[in-house]
Structures are given as C-alpha cells and as structure tokens.
C-alpha cells in the first residue's frame, strides 16, 4: 500500500496538447489508438492480475448513482453519490454521527455485472481546506449475488486494510488475493471516536468466465517422515473448508504455478501455496478428483483449461483423462452423455501446463468433472472455461420457426443503422486525409522556417503528434521495422545513432540486443570461437525458464574445469559439481531463430568482463543447439534483495536475510562497472533492469538477459499487438515514442535499476500508474513543460546518490552521464 499523490487529471494530458505547426487535436486520435491496442492485446483465457487494473466507473460515472448506496449519511450533501473518487472535488461519503469503534457503517456499490476486482482507491474530503475528514483504515466486504456477504482478507490473513493519512491524497490497496464479485461493501474502521468521510474509485476488469463457485476436495498435505513437505490446499477460498464448497479462491486468482511447486510467485508463503493438490491413495481420491462449477448464467461451453503440476520426479503429473457431465438448468439433472477427453502424457518434459479440454459446444449452467490420476499426485493451479453465444431460440408449444417462414416485418430501425456506419466510415476516411495532409504541412512549414536547424535536435520537432499513428504507434516492436525520422519528420533528417546496428532477438524470450552490424554477417561454425563440449556430459537437473523458441535449463557439466583448461572462470568448486546454465534451443524452432542463436553465441563470445555473464563453451555439432554460460546460484537481484531487510540489530537478533547500506552501494558500482564495459564496445542491452542482473555465492553481480524468459517477471512488461512486449517502466522517454535505444537509454534503464536496489525491490517502479499512464508520462518528458512524473526518493538513498538518478533520467541525452562517469561517481560511496 502506498500513498497516490498525482491526479487522474494528468492522464489526459498527454492527449490534451495539439501540434504547434497544424494546430490538430491529438484526444481524440490518440485516445482511439490506445484502445486499439488495449482490444489488440486482450488475452484469451484467464485474467491476468497485473494487468486488469482499469477504473471501474466511480470517478468518470458509468456507475450511476442510483448503484451507490450507504448504511447511513450525514447530511444531503456527504451522501453515497458523493463517493467518487476526485482530484478536487469537495464531496465524500459520510456516516451518519461520529463512527465508533464498534460500528459497522458502510457504502455499498453495485458494478452491475460480476467483475475481477484487484485495486481499490480511496481519499477523504477535502472540502478545498474546509473539510479534514479521512478514514485511517477500512475492511471490504463482498458478494456475487447480493446476499450471501463474505469478508476480503490478504494472503496472511488480515481484515483490514489501510486508509488515508489526510484528507485530499488517494491511497491505492492491491487486493491480494483479487475477488471475483458484483456488489462492494467499504466499512470504515477507527480505534477512536471519529468523524469519516470517503471517496472511492474500484479497479478491475469484467469476469467474462461466468464462473461463480467450484465445489472439490480440499487439498492436502505432502508429507515425509518428521517433516511437512508443503501445503496444498486452497487457503484463498472464499465458501466453505471441509469440502471445498460454494465459493472461489486460488484457481480462479490468475496466479499461474511454477514448474517447481515448492516455489511460489508471492512473497512470505509456504511451499506448495500456487497449487491445489490431492494424493491419489488417500480418503475421497482414489483414483480420481471429482469437481463440480457452477455459472451465473447458462452458456455455450467450447473448451476447459486447467493449468496441471507435471513434476514427475515428486510424482506429480497432470491428470491421464477427464469425464465432464453438464447439467442445462439448476432444476434438471446431469446429462447422460458426457465428454471424454484423454490426456496426452509427456514423460520428458517437467513443466507445468495448460491442458486445453475440449467441451464440444455444451450448454450448462452447471459441469461436473472427474480427473483421472496418472501419478501419486495431481496439482491444479488454475482453470478457466471459454464459451460461444447460447442458442437463445426457443420453441412455442409445437410450432417450428422455418427457414422459409416470412421475415419479421422492418421497424424502421435498420436504414437509421445503415446511415450511422456509413457516416462513421465517411468520417474515419476523413480523418486518415487530414492527418496526412497535417504531416505533409508539417514538414514543408519546417523546412520554409527553420532549414539549417540541428534537425537531430527532439525539442525543434513540432509535428511529433502524429508519429504514433504515422508510425505504427511510435513503439518499436522486436520484429519490426523501427518508427525512424526518415517516416515520421524528414525526409532528409539524418539516421539515429543505432540505425547502423543489428537488432538480435534472443530466443529465450523476446529480449533484443543492439549489436554493431558488423559482427552479425554471415555464420558459420568456424565463426563461433567458443569450445564444443560433449552433449552427453551435460546432466539436467531443473529447468530455468523458456521463451517461444527456447528453454534454459540448470545442469551438471561433468568434466568441465579440465575441458576449459588453465584460466578457467569457473569459481572454486569447493569438492562440488559444477553447475552450468544451457540455453538450448527447441526443435521447433524457426530458420531466423536458429540464425538468431548462432549469432548470440558469436557476439556472447566475445563478451570477457567480470561483470558480464561468460560463455563457457557451446554444443551446436548437432541439435538441439546449446550454450553453456555460468550459473549463478543466488538468482537475480530483484528476487535477491525482495527477501531481504536493511540489516540492524532487530534482523541479526532474528536471523532475518537483511544487507547493509554498503552492499547496496557495492552492487551498483558492480552493474556500472559491467555497463560501462558494453558501452566501450558499443553494445546497447535495451533490457538493464535487477531482473537481468545475476548473483553468484559471493554475491559478485553479473549482467546477463534472461529476465524476459521467466514468466515471472511478466508483469514487468507492456504487450504490443499481442506480440512484443516493452520492459517501458525502465524505458528512456526516446524509446518508448520514437524507438531510439542508445547507451543514453541504457544509463536511464540504470538510474531506475537503481532506484529499484535503494528500495529493496519491494515495489515496481511507478506502481501506481497504469501501463498507459506511463506512456502518457513519457509524452511529458517530451513536452518538457516540468509535468513529467518522476520516481520518489527511497528512504534508504543517500540525497546525493538520487541526484545521480535524476542526472540519469534527464530528458536531453547529453546531459545524462556515462557509464563511465557513473563508475567513477559510484565508486567512492562503496569506501565511506
């Protein structure tokens, strides 16, 4: 919970300016192409928490009034209409009288359909310096149908959330675990008698799976003798225990499991908490799992996804067959045929996965599933249900609707209909004339006013309003061409600096490099300098992570510190195996992608800094292609320092993992240091973040790239058109609009890395703005009219050092520092 100082005004800002040449409007373009690519990046299937964040109504009023209701209110003025979350406005929701300890008041909202709920906002009344009344901590109360109530409670257990601290500044809650519901209840809290009013904005997205209860076994225990392996049960489950009954909870949160169950995507819980899970001999399971999910509404079932635990080497696997019966209506009973569905078992593949079950355009209200043991455990971590359109044609006593049967008589309606889309494609057409003729003054005014200006020179851009559109949206996609000058300003407007580079995917994940086209010609195996190693040596022990085209996995090198020989950087082994990370690429892999591999394994061989991950030797004589590189057995940093506390007497008394100012300071002297060594040959990472950032045992830090090849850092990245995905929170304002990735950009991504080691990586880099209210921040670096957000300072950082952060987020790139210059800053701190 964090407090949320900036207004909603600012996200239409960026919208609001016009072009300084053409004068045209950019709202109204801009606000269309957005949502083009909000409907473009909509995923399939189930909903995914971090980013279903969108306000729900309270604050633009889709939510009527007339759905805003309240226990009590005070006067006409502080009724339940008035609690909507606003920038300036003077009026709140207030309880009637003073609110005691003991009271339960309320305000109710009614969002009208069921809906994923993950944020909620909230703010007191300000009454523009005449009103100071703001409720310090609050519980939410929720239901699906309006009568049966449950309580919210975190992942720890805890009711109550925490409130505002004055009157006029929003506080944003993550709900962890999100609910699923349709009517709210926010109940202040106070220790004290006191005076409450409250405005409210709701963030989520619409529950399209229907889903509004599964009834199952609870999970259970993985036990060895003397000690408890993990717990998996459903801990987040909102209906009865004894038997899972009546309710929601963790596999319906979008929180996907690991490949490794024992791992967990959230912080401070036991092993096993991702998963529900059952053994396949105990009471109630033997041979099969039982579930039964019922639905608001009747619908048209296509298919059934449920995501399935496959690690084999515990004996798990996900399940050998499923039997599903429907039943049509709460009052009729299950059909008698049902659908079979077998399962195709992998016995070389560990991971977890989505099991797509066909449910042949079934219409139910109700499903009743078994799922068939193929091992001693079975572990579910979410599941999902796709439907059509139900058949809503309904026979009258005997009488059939015939094809040749007369149509229904005209209402009158349809030619109105037919003008309304003739007249929005007339005007679309219109639109697109004008921003080209607006492009096309643009540059010709340019010209006549200004033709031996720097035309290098951001600031002397004026028709930058309509890049985006000209350009594909100005994002510069992995597999595209990039919006450059030459498309969207002037057609004799010299080349950016890394127009002269190869952009390279890596195929692990959809990270890019920025490497000096000479180095990427034609391949060939006498082109990599990197040792062959014998594939059979290689002992695979778990996998890392994946991406579309390749797999990472941890292994065993046997033999390795005699097949490299003198001068190896292998650390001291210390009488233990050697442990290597194989990136390996899939044997369904592309023509480019393959080419792509070869070509990272090239320019990595070419890499020898003590701060950059080496290349050890490659297995490429025949398939799958593979690289060796180190293996840093402390993970990332961001994963590294989430876990950890600032030391001080408390964490050495307790034993709690903790780091010292010092050590904070040794890492970013160690990233700078391994920065600036790629920037001396020229080499643009585009993706530095604490993600990418590895840790070996004795906490040496290298920088490597394979953050976007683990799921777990999805979040961390905004999704194009469905395809490339933008790491934009540690992305320079230059590449977010116009594509342009320098080592200028790199010392940006550097100042937020930064800010995220000072912050212990508690938290994403501005948090509590959307993905979209990042871009639009970046338009205001652009403006440069002193609008632009920038990051807070974190507590634990020296004023000095945050005057280095702010060098490196400055918005003309030569007043950024080097990477040299930050090393040589950097480096003192570490000796004070």
Known sequence: MTSFSSSSSSSSVFFSQTCSVCGCDRRTIMHLFLLLILHATAADGQIDP???????????????????????????????????????GDGAWCPEGQLEPTDSQYLQVDLGRLTFMTVVGTQGRFARNSGNEFARAYRLNYSRDGVTWKTWKNRLGSTVMEGNRNAYTSVINDLHPPIVTRYVRLIPVTRVSTTVCMRVELYGCQWDDGLISYDAPEGQLMMRPGYL?????????????????????????????????????????????????WRNDSAGTQGSVEMEFSFERQKNFTSMKVHSNNMFSRGVKIFSSVTCWFKPRLTAGWGAEPVVFK????????????????????????????????????????????????????QTNTQTIHPSASAPPDDGKTPVLIGCLVTIILLLVLIIFFILWCQY????????????????????????????????????????????????????????????IVRLQGVTGSNMYAVPALTVDSLTRKDISAAEFPRQQLIFREKLGE?????????????????????????????????????????????????????????????????????????????????????????????????????????????????????????????????????SLNFVHRDLASRNCLLDRRLTIKIADFGMSRNLYSSDYYRIQGRAVLPIRWMAWESILLGKFTTASDVWAFGVTLWEIFTLCKEQPYSLLSDQQVIQNTGEFFRNQGRQIFLYAPPLCPPSLFELMMRCWSRDLPDRPTFEGLFQALRPHVHQ
């Open 50 to 88: 971090a980013h279903c964040r969108y306000a729900l109504g309270m604050e633009d009023g889709r939510i009527r009034d007339q759905d805003i209701t309240a226990s009590s209110h005070w006067y006409q003025t502080t009724g339940p209409q008035y609690a909507r979350l606003e920038p300036d």
């Open 343 to 394: 399962t195709v078992l992998d016995d070389r593949n560990p991971s977890a996965r989505y099991v797509t079950v066909p449910l042949n355009q079934q219409t139910a209200t109700s499903i009743r599933c078994r799922f068939t043991f193929a091992d001693v455990w079975m572990m579910f971590s979410e599941i999902s249900f796709q439907s059509g359109k139900t058949n809503t044609n309904k």
């Open 547 to 679: 991406g579309q085209f390749g797999e990472v996995h941890l292994c065993e090198a046997e033999g390795l510190p005699e097949f490299l020989g003198e001068g190896s950087p292998l650390p001291e082994r210390d009488g233990r195996a050697v442990l290597v990370a194989v990136k390996q690429l899939r044997a369904d892999a592309t023509a480019q992608a393959r080419n792509d591999f070869l070509k990272e394994i090239k320019i990595m061989s070419r890499l020898n800094d003590a701060n950059i991950i080496r290349l050890l030797c490659v297995c490429v004589t025949s398939d799958p292609l593979c690289m060796v590189t180190e293996y840093m057995e402390n993970g990332d940093l961001h994963m590294f320092l989430s876990q950890r506390e600032m030391e001080s007497t408390l964490t050495h008394a307790n034993n709690i993992p903790s780091v010292s100012l010092s050590d904070l300071l040794h890492m970013s002297v160690q990233i700078s240091s391994g920065m600036a060594y790629l920037a």
């Open 441 to 500: 003054v643009c540059k010709v005014l340019e010209k006549v006013r200004n033709p031996a200006a720097n035309q290098s020179n951001l600031q002397r851009l004026t028709c930058v309003c309509l890049c985006p559109l000209a350009c594909g949206g100005g994002y510069a996609e992995p597999d595209v061409t990039q919006c450059t000058p030459h498309q969207c300003f002037h057609s004799d407007a010299p080349h950016y600096a890394e127009t002269d």
């Open 229 to 277: 392996i993990a717990s998996l049960n459903d801990s987040t489950y909102d209906g009865t225990h004894e038997r899972l009954s009546g309710g929601l909870g963790q596999l319906t949160d979008g929180v996907v499991g690991l490949d490794d169950f024992l791992r967990s995507r959230q912080y401070h819980v036991w092993p096993g908490y991702d998963y529900l899970g």
